[in-house]
């Protein structure tokens, strides 16, 4: 698949704003739950402090009245407690001989009439409650499945004063709480008995539920916060419980957790569509960034192509546009100052060429212009190619089933991954392509530097340096046009990191070893021998009683006769077959006797490869 520049750029750009977009759209459903649970454990546990404080005055006023009117009644002079009593939720007040267990008194027997007699088991209960203090309260009971009471006991001389408390105000008070759909309150005994429950079968038949654990923790005294199953929800609760201090009754409120699921879905939902809308936006300002790049390069390719096939004065023309961007504006400045040079300085070489016969040098000139542009070329397009095989050619699809709210979960999870490994290679995507920026800018350079360097050496002597040899060859390497020649491989040898400083112009020598190379590859493509192999070597010798550095470029490629060994240095000498000769190889010749050096050749023979030797003057 072949993309457009634009089309490259907008996927880039959009993949890279979808992927912290997706992220920020999953994180609000898990801190949603989160809070909704925090608020739960404090807010519960709030409720259910305050209704424990309710009980426990509740339970305050009902001793505090008992242990008041308790010997009234027995004496028969209770009746101005009925009101109280009546307020305290008290169904009746029986007064039995301690001994018989036969009831000798009554009060409020119009709610609920006492017995003629208190049953044997439950006069037993009451006897031995008595005997705990004043005032004594029984466990949640149904006497012969009558409706669910308390009983609060008192003796009093040789009577037994039992009160009979119904539910009514835990009934009231678990009523009092509900939100949600299915959050409420629960009130228990100290045994563990439904006192109020929203289940009224639960509370009518004050059912036990001593095995749920927060109602352990409750009959334990705890205060606290605990999740739990819910036998009567079919379903997992989370609930806020203490318990009331004195007749150690438990209050509990509960929720289930597929409520604070619920609303954690809804605000993931919300979410959704922000990170819908945040999605648009960034469609249309990644095709937006992509058009203003594109188009900036497609006219810097254009312009290249135009200079490559002999145009003259060509321009790149930024003017048009209201958005600059700094990278494509320095390339734009660079190319345009390099074409201005290069019309001047082709302006000026022919003027010269003809008012002073130097057309050779003018012709040499152009040939190392063109070789340096050759691989600009290349790397511009490099950089076309790259825009062009950008990863992640199926994010649109995924974005898609992204925004589809009927793509399930698992699949949502696979196809973030999918995106997350696709920004990862979209970086070392941006890498290579800012890479081969950069070289493209470094090669305008290069060709800007052969120019100042050629309209200095018209009026002065070049200039002589120590220099390097293997940063010079590493340069060189980077000049020439190797990417569309895979099955070449060029080595510099060992030997060019030990050989000392060379005495010599660092440009004049790039622009003759970025020449050898140039005519080696094309020897080397050209011969069908295995390997195709480019070899850079180096060592000192003693000339003439001269320290100098021989520098070899030794290839493969398809050799050169014995009687042509010294002509193909000559001005005009082409052998288009093999690829060598020209104005590069004499250019190069006149170059090194102008740095006091020499250069010739050697080969074995046509198909045996050869070697071309640079002897330069080695540093002090």
């Not at 259910?48 to 404080?53: I, Q």
Request: hydrophobic residues 45%.
């Amino acid at each position: 698949m072949i993309l457009s520049i634009r089309t490259a750029l907008a996927a880039t750009f959009l993949l890279a704003t979808s992927i912290p977009l997706g992220v920020f759209w999953f994180w609000p459903h898990s801190a949603a739950m989160q809070n909704k649970i925090t608020e739960v454990e404090e807010r519960h546990l709030l409720i259910a402090k305050n209704l424990g404080s309710a009980l426990e005055r509740y339970y305050r006023d009902i001793f505090s009245a008992f242990e008041t009117f308790a010997p009234l009644i027995a004496q028969g002079r209770g009746h101005e407690s009925r009101a109280i009593l009546k307020n305290l939720h008290f169904r009746h007040v029986c007064v039995a001989d301690a001994e018989t267990g036969k009831v000798i008194r009554e009060l409020l027997n119009e709610i609920a009439p006492c017995p003629e007699t208190i049953p044997a088991d439950r006069f037993e209960m009451f006897l031995e409650l008595s005997r705990s203090g004043p005032v004594a309260m029984s466990d949640v009971m149904t006497p012969n499945g009558d409706v669910p009471r308390l009983f609060v006991v008192a003796r009093s001389g040789g009577a037994l004063v039992v009160g009979a408390i119904g539910t009514t105000y835990f009934q009231e008070i678990q009523k009092s709480i509900s939100f949600g759909r299915l959050g409420h309150a629960a009130v228990f005994d100290q045994s563990g008995h439904v006192l109020a429950h929203p289940l009224e079968e639960w509370s009518s038949s004050a059912r036990d539920l001593s095995e749920v654990s927060a109602v352990q923790r409750m009959m334990a005294g705890e205060t606290g916060v605990e999740t739990f199953y819910s036998p009567a929800l079919k379903g997992v609760m989370i609930a806020g419980f203490t318990s009331v201090k004195g007749p150690g009754w438990g209050v509990m409120v509960p929720q289930p957790l597929s409520e604070l699921w619920e609303v954690a879905e809804h605000i993931t939902r919300d979410a959704f569509v922000v990170f819908a809308i945040s999605l648009l936006l960034s469609m249309a300002t990644a095709w937006f960034l992509a058009s203003q790049i594109a188009r900036r390069i497609a006219q810097v390719e254009a312009a290249t192509t135009r200079m490559a096939c002999g145009e003259d004065h060509v321009r790149v023309d930024g003017s048009q546009y209201s958005v600059r961007i700094r990278e494509l504006s320095k390339l734009r400045d660079s190319f345009n100052r390099m074409s201005e040079q290069l019309y001047s300085a082709r302006t000026a070489l022919i003027d010269e060429s003809y008012k002073s016969g130097h057309a050779d040098m003018a012709a040499s000139t152009l040939h190392n212009l063109r070789n340096a542009m050759n691989p600009l070329i290349n790397r511009v397009s490099d950089a076309k190619s790259i825009l062009s095989d950008r990863p992640g050619v199926h994010m649109s699809v995924a974005l898609r089933e992204l925004a589809d709210p009927e793509t399930d979960e698992k699949r949502r999870r696979q196809l973030l991954d999918y995106c997350a490994l696709c920004g990862s290679e979209q970086e070392k995507w941006l890498e290579k392509l800012r890479d081969a920026l950069k070289v493209t800018t470094r090669q305008f350079a290069r060709i800007k530097e052969i120019l100042i360097a050629e309209e200095q050496l018209s009026h002065e002597p070049p200039v002589i340096s120590d220099v390097e040899l293997r940063a010079v060859v590493e340069e060189a390497l980077n000049l020439v046009p190797i990417d569309e020649h895979q099955d070449i491989v060029i080595e510099i040898d060992g030997s060019v990191d030990g050989t000392g400083m060379i005495r010599t112009s660092r440009l004049l020598l790039l622009q003759v070893i970025q020449n050898l190379l140039a005519n080696a590859i094309e020897s080397v493509s050209a011969a069908e021998t295995r390997p195709k192999l480019i070899v850079i070597e180096s060592r000192e010798e003693l000339v003439d009683d001269a320290d100098m550095v021989r520098i070899t470029v030794r290839d493969t490629g398809l050799g050169i006769e014995s009687s042509e060994l010294e002509a193909i240095f000559n001005a005009g000498f082409s052998r288009k077959r093999l690829g060598r000769g020209g104005l590069g190889l004499h250019w190069c010749a006149n170059t090194i006797a102008r740095l006091s050096g020499r250069i010739f050749a050697a080969s074995d023979g046509i198909g045996r490869g050869a070697r071309i030797n640079i002897l330069l003057p080695r540093a002090a």
